[in-house]
C-alpha cells in the first residue's frame, strides 16, 4: 500500500465505529504515539470502552477504528477498565494455554488459541505519564495479547490452522443461517 493510504489513518477525525475486516489498519503495524496528538484520550477512551461494552467484548485496539494509534482498551478482572498506550511485552511466561477467543471485529466467530498462559507487560497509563510494569495471566494475559497483536497488525485468525479456521466459519455461518430462520418464523 502507498503511504497516501496510511495517511488517512492519520486524520484528526475521530469516528468510534469498528472497521470491516479488511480495513487497511487491522492489517498494519499501530506505530502512531497517542501522544503525539492533541487528542483527549480519556475522552476518546470513554467512547471506546462504551462502545466495547455495548458489544459485549473485553477488549478493543485503534486499529479496529482503523486508526494506528499504539494503544487498546480492555476490562481487567482486578483493575477494570483499563487504557493501554505504547504496550509491550517484556516476558512470556513458558507454559502456554488453549483458550477460546473471539474479536470484535469478526462477530461470533471463536476459535482455540494457544497462547503463553502469563505476561510481563508494560505500558503507560491514560495520563501519558504514569509507566506501569506488572505481570498478567487468566484472561488478563490472553486478552493482553490479543490486543497487543492487534497493534502489530496481527489478527488471532493467523494463529489457528486453515482448517480449524474453515471450521469456525462454517459454524459461525451455520449459526448466522439458524438465527435469519428464527427472526423468520418469530
Ligand atoms: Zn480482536
Redesign the pocket.
Known amino acids: 500500500m502507498t503511504s497516501d493510504v496510511i495517511n488517512t489513518t492519520i486524520t484528526e477525525d475521530w469516528e468510534c465505529e469498528l472497521v470491516a475486516p479488511k480495513h487497511q489498519a487491522l492489517h498494519s503495524r499501530a506505530n502512531i504515539d497517542p501522544f503525539s496528538t492533541d487528542f483527549n484520550w480519556f475522552e476518546k477512551e470513554a467512547e471506546m470502552l462504551q462502545l466495547m461494552h455495548d458489544k459485549f467484548g473485553i ?1 478493543l ?1 485503534s486499529p ?1 477504528l482503523g486508526y494506528s494509534y499504539n494503544m487498546f482498551v480492555m476490562n481487567h478482572e482486578h483493575l477494570g477498565d483499563i487504557g493501554v498506550y505504547n504496550p509491550e511485552i517484556l516476558e512470556f511466561s513458558e507454559e502456554t494455554c488453549r483458550y477460546e477467543e473471539g ?3 469478526f462477530p461470533m466467530l471463536y476459535l482455540d488459541v494457544t497462547r503463553p498462559e502469563k505476561v510481563k507487560v508494560k505500558y503507560t497509563k491514560t495520563d501519558g505519564k504514569t509507566d506501569v510494569e506488572t505481570w498478567m495471566d487468566g484472561r488478563d494475559a490472553r486478552c493482553f495479547q ?1 490486543e497487543y497483536d ?1 497493534l502489530q497488525g496481527e489478527l ?1 485468525i493467523d494463529k489457528v490452522s486453515d482448517l480449524k479456521l474453515k471450521r469456525a466459519y462454517n459454524k459461525r455461518e451455520k449459526f448466522f443461517k439458524k438465527l435469519e430462520r428464527q427472526m423468520r418464523d418469530a
Open positions: 477488549g485496539a479496529q474479536c470484535l471485529s490479543h492487534h488471532y
